[in-house]
């Protein structure tokens, strides 16, 4: 069974920064896109970054400056560099890696929670 773990998160200073990290527990990432997504207290889940396995990222505009996300194909790892943290940044972290060709699919980590207050 496939698993994604999430850690990294925690309790911060508003303009600190926190790196959160994604293992998978197989190799999931050929021709997947693995992102990072968030969803605050009584919020929607929102995409924060994505890289594509051939290393396209893509970012939530209000995070473009602030987040940096990467992967390594050979750990199996997903990372999310988050600088500035505000607090609204709050919110449980979620890693996907979800693949759009045949074999299709989509896994979610259990997330991590982020915290950005003084």
């Known amino acids: 069974q496939v698993q994604l773990v999430e850690s990294g998160g925690g309790l911060v200073q508003p303009g600190g920064s926190l790196r959160l990290s994604c293992a998978a527990s197989?190799?999931?990432?050929?021709?997947?896109?693995m992102g990072w997504y968030r969803q605050a207290p009584g919020g929607q889940r929102e995409m924060v970054a994505t890289i594509t396995s051939g290393g396209t990222e893509n970012y939530a505009s209000s995070m473009k400056d602030r987040f940096t996300i990467s992967a390594d194909n050979r750990k199996l790892m997903v990372y999310l560099e988050m600088n500035d943290l505000k607090p609204e940044d709050t919110a449980v972290y979620y890693c996907n890696v979800r693949r759009r060709v045949t074999p299709t699919y989509s896994y979610w980590g259990q997330g991590t929670q982020v915290t950005v207050s003084s």
């Open positions: 197989t190799n999931i990432f050929s021709a997947a896109t």
